[in-house]
C-alpha cells in the first residue's frame, strides 16, 4: 500500500516504502519535497531531490532522517494513553484562528475553523477535535497524605505556538518557529524548551514555579475537588461549546495532492459547503436518504458539485481506490467515516492496516476484521472480508464509495489484558496491566491489582473500580459494580468504536472521597429575602432523602442565593445534576459546584489572587481577560461575574487568611464586589482584603484615583497588569453610609443595593460620590436608556455619546431641578448651610467624577483643606446647570465649592433625581444623612514606576520560573 498522506505546502510525491515504526507511536514513511519545509524537531529546512525525509502517517510529524532517533514527542494517536492524569479541555466556540498551529494535525490553523481551550491554549481544527488528547492543565491536585514541604508541581507542557525568539531552558538556541509546530511550553511559568533536551533539564528547573506571578498564584496543590465525572468546567463556569460529534466531522480539509492518510484529512461530513469533498457529499446524500429530507440544495449547486467531483475523481490515479471506513457500529449509525486511498490491487492486510492507520488503532490486526458495508442488507448475514485481494470486488452503490468496516473480532476473544491506573492511592508504581477474561469479575480485578501495588493487607470492599473513558478531548467516567465482567465492558465498547476501546482505561481508587466530606454546591436565583426553612423546603421539593444535603449556609438572604454542603461527593454530583435543570418562579436556577482551598498548602510568602471579570463590561474586553487570566493563573482562582457573581468566589477564598483581588469592571463592579465582601466578611478568616482594578466601564473613576487608567483598551499584556498588581501599595479607602428617610408612606420598593431597615428608610453604601439634583437626572435618563436597549451599550465610546445626547435634549427641554437650592435644606457637621443658585449638588468621596472630571477644582490657598479619600472628609460642591456640568466634565471650570464635612444632612421638600456610585432613582421628599460607615475598603494603588519590558528582564523573569526569551510578553497569549 502506498502511504497517501500529503500536506499542501511542499509534499508532492511519495516514496513508496516500508513504514518506519518508532518508540513513540509515529509511522514514518519517506518523502520527497520539492519546496523548502521545515523539520518539526530541529526547525531546520527539509528538502532535496529524493528521500528528503519523513512524515507521519498518522500525526504529520516531519523529520529529517537524523533526527528520527532523538525524537521525544508522541504521536497524537498514542499521546492520550501516556497522560496519567487526563483532564478534559474547555473548547471555546469554532472561529477563524491566524497564526497558530493545530496540535493534533499540526497544520496551520487558519485553513478551517478551529477551537482553542479556554484553559491551556490547546488549538484544533474542528474536524480534528476526535483526536484531541485530554491533557488540559491540572489546577486541582491537593493530596491529603502530603504536606506543603512534601509537594511540587512539574511543568505543564504544551507543543508549540511558543512566543517569538523563544530560547531552550537547556541549550539557550532558539526553540521556536513560525513555520510549524515545534518546541515545549509550560502553560503556567512560561518555561520553553526542545522537546530532545526536556529529559536533560536541570533536576532544579523541572519543578513548575509559576514564573514572576508565584507570589499571587493559587497553587493547585492545595485546591480540591471532589472526585467525580464533573469536569472542571463546572468549577470554573467557562461558557463553552456544547460538544456535538456530528460537528466533529462538519468541514473536511483535504491536501493538495488528494491524499487522505493523515488526521485532519476528508472527514465525512452532513454539510455540503463550496469546498465539499466526495466523501462530503455521499455522506450528506445518505444521510438525506435515511431521514427522508427533501429540501435539498437548488439543481444548479448540485450539478456544480457533481462536477468537482467527477473533476476530482479524474485528477486520481487509475491503480488508486477509495473507500469509506466506519469506526464500528456507532460510527455507521450516525453515517460518520473516513475516507483512506488504497491501491486497487491491495491485499486484505494492507486494507485493514490502513483502516486501522485512519482510526489510530495501534493493537494488532489479528484482532480486528472487516465488513462489506453495502453487502450487508436485507436481512444477509454479517460476514469477515474474505478475498486476499478485496478492493475491486467490495459492493459498489450508484454515485458511492464503496465502504468497509472496521470491527472487533469480540466473540473470538475471550482473554485479554486491561491498564489499571492507581488514583490518589501510595503506591509506587502509577499503573500496572492486569490480564483478564470472560469470567473475572471486577471484584477479582480490584483483589489482584490491590496484590500488585502492594496493597493487598487493605480490604477489597474499600476500594472500587473506574471505567474511563477519553474521547475528544473529553473524560468520562462510571463506576463498576463488583459483579461487572471489565473483560465484557471494554468488548461492548469496541463494538461501538475500535478507538474508543483503545482510549478506555480503569481507575482503582477508595470508595470514600480521600479529600473528605463537605463538598458545597452553590445555588442562586431564588426569591430573595425568605427565611432558611423556606428555601430549605424549595430544594427539597427537587431533592430526595437520598440526595438530600447534609447542611445549608452561609445564605446570602438579599440576593436569594446560599451555599449547601454534602458529605459525598456521589450525592453532590447527583444533586447538581438534578438542580441544574430545575427552574422556580420560571427562572433556571444558578447551580455551581465549588473547589475547596486548603489554607495550610498556600505558602507563607503566597498572597493568591482572586479575580472577577465582569465580562459584560468593555465590549468583547471583558471575555478576552478572563481567557488570559485563566491561562496565565491557575483557573480556579478566576470567577466569572456573570455566573453567580462574587459570592461563589468569595466562599472558595473564605479559609484563606491573606489574599488580593482583581476586579475587572467598571466603578459598579467595584462597589458590587466590596458590597459582597461586607456580606461575606464575618464569614471569612480574611474579611478586609486589598482590591485592584482593570477599568472596564465607562466612567472608572474609581480607577483613575488609584492610577489604573480612565479605561482598559486591550493593548496592555495582561501578564503586565498582574505584575502591576503584585507591585502595587495598599491605600484606605473611605466609605459613607447613605439614609434615605421620605416623608410619606408612599415609600418605593428598595432601590438595587439598598437596606430597609425598621423605620422604612433605605440605606446604601457609598464609595465614590453621591449626586442629587441635575447630575443624578442625567445620569437616570442615561440609565432609562441603557435599560431600553442594553445591546448597544457595548462601548465607552457610544455610552459617552449616548450622555452627550441626553444633556443636549435636558438643556432644552424642561428642567426639572431649575431653583434646586430653594426646594432642599443642608446641613453639615451640626451647621446649616446657606446654598447659591444652583441646579444640582455633588457629594464627593474621591477627586474625580464624570469620566475623570476634577469637579473640586486645582489646589487654592484658601479655606479649604487638600481633599483624599482617606481623610474621613467629603467635599460638597453645587452645579448651576448643563452648561456648567459640561465645562466641568471638559476641564474648563470647576464646581462651586460649598463645605467638607464627615456628616451631612439634607432636606427635600419635593421628589428629587438621585443617584449613588451612578445608581440613579427618584426619590420622593424626606431627609437624606450621610455619614461614616463602619465598613472598611483596602483598595490596591498602582506604583508610580513604569517597568520597562526589555529582553534582559524578560531573561531574569525565565530563570525563576517564567516565559523565555520573548521581547514582548505580550505575544504568550
Request: hydrophobic letters at 35%; proline letters at 5%.
Amino acid at each position: 500500500m502506498a502511504s497517501d498522506s500529503g500536506r499542501g505546502d511542499g509534499v508532492v510525491r511519495t516514496i513508496k516504502t516500508t513504514t518506519i515504526h518508532d518508540n513513540h507511536g509515529h509511522s514514518f514513511t519517506k518523502k520527497t519535497f520539492t519546496r523548502p519545509i521545515n523539520c518539526h524537531h530541529c526547525t531546520e529546512y527539509l528538502w532535496g531531490f529524493i528521500n528528503t525525509g519523513f512524515l507521519c502517517e498518522v500525526c504529520n510529524f516531519l523529520v529529517h532522517e537524523k533526527c528520527l532517533k532523538t525524537i521525544a514527542n508522541p504521536c497524537v494517536g498514542v499521546a492520550a494513553t501516556l497522560v496519567k492524569n487526563p483532564v478534559a479541555h474547555c473548547w471555546t466556540e469554532e472561529k477563524s484562528i491566524k497564526g497558530k498551529f493545530c496540535n493534533v494535525c499540526r497544520k496551520k490553523m487558519q485553513e478551517v475553523p478551529g477551537s482553542r481551550c479556554e484553559v491551556c491554549d490547546y488549538f484544533i481544527h474542528e474536524h480534528c477535535q476526535e483526536f484531541a488528547v485530554p491533557n488540559c492543565v491540572e489546577g486541582a491536585t491537593y493530596d491529603p497524605w502530603k504536606a506543603l514541604p512534601d509537594v511540587t508541581t512539574s511543568h505543564n507542557y504544551r507543543e508549540g505556538n511558543l512566543p517569538p525568539n523563544s530560547k531552550c531552558a537547556k541549550c539557550r538556541k532558539a526553540c521556536w518557529s513560525p513555520d510549524c509546530l515545534t518546541g515545549m511550553r509550560c502553560c503556567w511559568c512560561g518555561l520553553t524548551v526542545h522537546s530532545s533536551c526536556m529529559a536533560t533539564v536541570p533536576e532544579e528547573m523541572q519543578v513548575c514555579r509559576f514564573g514572576c506571578l508565584e507570589p499571587i498564584f493559587l497553587p493547585p496543590t492545595a485546591v480540591s475537588i471532589p472526585r467525580t465525572q464533573i469536569s472542571q468546567v463546572n468549577f470554573i463556569g467557562v461558557k463553552t461549546k456544547e460538544s456535538n460529534i456530528h460537528n466533529l466531522y462538519s468541514l473536511p480539509h483535504r491536501s493538495d495532492d488528494g491524499k487522505n492518510l493523515a488526521i485532519s484529512d476528508d472527514w465525512s461530513s452532513t454539510v455540503v459547503g463550496e469546498g465539499g469533498t466526495p466523501g462530503a457529499a455521499e455522506a450528506s446524500r445518505e444521510m438525506e436518504e435515511q431521514m427522508g429530507i427533501k429540501n435539498r440544495r437548488d439543481e444548479k449547486d448540485f450539478n456544480k458539485l457533481k462536477d468537482k467531483e467527477k473533476q476530482k475523481e479524474k485528477e486520481r490515479e487509475s491503480d488508486e481506490e477509495a473507500i469509506k471506513v466506519y469506526d464500528g457500529y456507532n460510527s455507521l449509525r450516525k453515517r460518520l467515516f473516513r475516507t483512506i486511498t488504497v491501491s486497487k490491487n491491495a491485499s486484505k492486510d494492507e486494507l485493514l492496516r490502513a483502516s486501522m492507520t485512519a482510526f489510530v488503532v495501534t493493537q494488532e490486526s489479528q484482532n480486528f476484521y472487516l465488513l462489506d458495508v453495502y453487502a450487508v442488507c436485507d436481512g444477509d448475514r454479517e460476514e469477515e472480508i474474505q478475498d486476499p485481494y478485496p478492493v475491486q470486488r467490495l459492493v459498489r452503490k450508484e454515485g458511492r464509495r464503496p465502504a468497509i468496516l472496521l470491527g472487533l473480532r469480540d466473540n473470538e476473544n475471550d482473554y485479554g489484558v486491561i491498564k489499571v491506573w492507581a488514583r490518589k492511592l501510595r503506591v509506587a508504581t502509577p499503573s500496572l496491566t492486569i490480564p483478564v477474561s470472560s469470567s473475572i469479575t471486577t471484584e477479582q480485578v480490584i483483589g489482584e491489582a490491590l496484590a500488585r501495588f502492594r496493597l493487598e493487607v487493605e480490604p477489597v470492599e474499600k476500594f472500587q473500580l473506574v471505567k474511563v473513558t477519553l474521547e475528544s478531548g473529553r473524560v468520562t467516567e462510571s463506576v463498576l459494580n463488583n459483579g461487572d465482567i471489565p473483560w465484557e465492558v471494554l468488548k461492548r465498547r469496541g463494538f461501538e468504536s475500535v478507538r474508543l476501546m483503545e482510549l478506555t482505561r480503569f481507575y482503582l481508587q477508595l470508595k470514600e472521597d480521600p479529600h473528605g466530606p463537605n463538598v458545597a454546591l452553590f445555588v442562586g436565583n431564588l426569591p430573595p429575602n425568605l427565611n432558611e426553612k423556606q428555601y430549605e423546603t424549595i430544594l427539597l421539593d427537587y431533592l430526595d432523602d437520598e440526595n438530600k444535603f447534609s447542611s445549608i449556609g452561609p445564605i446570602y438572604y438579599e440576593y436569594g442565593s446560599m451555599v449547601i454542603t454534602f458529605d459525598s461527593s456521589n450525592v453532590a454530583v447527583i444533586a447538581y445534576e438534578i438542580l441544574k435543570n430545575r427552574l422556580f418562579d420560571d427562572k433556571k436556577l444558578l447551580v455551581i459546584m465549588l473547589p475547596t482551598v486548603e489554607p495550610s498548602m498556600v505558602p507563607l510568602r503566597v498572597l493568591p489572587l482572586l479575580i472577577f471579570v465582569n465580562v459584560k463590561s468593555g465590549g468583547c474586553q471583558g471575555l478576552e481577560l478572563i481567557s488570559s487570566f485563566r491561562k496565565l493563573l491557575n483557573p480556579y482562582q478566576v470567577f466569572d461575574l456573570s455566573n453567580g457573581g462574587p459570592l461563589p468566589g468569595l466562599h472558595v477564598f473564605r479559609k484563606i487568611e491573606k489574599y488580593k483581588i482583581l476586579v475587572c469592571g467598571g466603578d459598579g463592579t467595584v462597589g458590587w464586589v466590596l458590597q459582597c465582601l461586607d456580606n461575606v466578611g464575618q464569614d471569612s478568616q480574611c474579611s478586609n482584603p486589598p482590591c485592584a482594578i482593570v477599568p472596564l466601564g465607562t466612567g472608572n473613576d474609581l480607577a483613575r484615583v488609584l492610577r489604573w487608567g480612565p479605561g482598559y483598551g486591550g493593548d496592555e499584556d495582561p501578564l503586565s497588569l498582574l505584575r502591576d498588581v503584585i507591585d502595587a501599595e495598599e491605600i484606605r479607602l473611605d466609605r459613607w453610609t447613605v439614609v434615605f428617610r421620605p416623608i410619606s408612606e408612599d415609600t418605593p420598593d428598595a432601590i438595587g443595593s439598598a437596606q430597609m431597615n425598621e423605620d422604612n428608610a433605605q440605606i446604601f453604601v457609598m464609595n465614590n460620590y453621591f449626586g442629587l439634583g441635575l447630575d443624578a437626572d442625567l445620569c437616570l435618563d442615561f440609565h432609562n436608556a441603557r435599560e431600553e436597549k442594553p445591546e448597544k451599550f457595548n462601548s465607552r465610546l457610544h455610552n459617552k455619546g449616548v450622555y452627550v445626547k441626553v444633556s443636549l435634549r435636558k438643556m432644552l427641554g424642561r428642567r426639572m431641578c431649575k431653583d434646586l437650592h430653594k426646594e432642599i435644606k443642608l446641613e453639615v457637621d451640626g451647621k446649616h448651610i446657606e446654598l447659591p443658585p444652583i441646579e444640582g449638588i455633588i457629594i464627593l468621596n474621591i477627586m474625580s467624577w464624570g469620566s475623570g472630571a476634577n469637579a473640586w477644582g486645582p489646589e487654592k490657598d484658601e479655606k479649604f483643606t487638600k481633599p483624599n479619600h482617606w481623610d474621613g472628609m467629603l467635599e460638597v460642591v453645587g452645579v448651576q446647570g448643563v452648561v456648567h456640568l459640561g465645562q466641568i466634565q471638559s476641564g474648563l471650570r470647576a464646581a462651586i465649592r460649598i463645605v467638607q464635612g464627615s456628616h451631612i444632612k439634607i432636606h427635600m421638600n419635593c421628589d428629587v433625581p438621585v443617584q449613588v456610585d451612578g445608581e440613579p432613582w427618584i426619590q420622593p421628599a424626606g431627609d437624606i444623612v450621610v455619614l461614616k460607615s463602619a465598613l472598611k475598603a483596602t483598595m490596591l494603588k498602582k506604583s508610580k514606576m513604569k517597568r520597562r519590558n526589555t529582553e534582559r528582564e524578560s531573561a531574569s523573569c525565565v530563570s525563576h520560573g517564567s516565559f523565555n526569551g520573548s521581547k514582548d510578553s505580550k505575544d504568550l497569549y
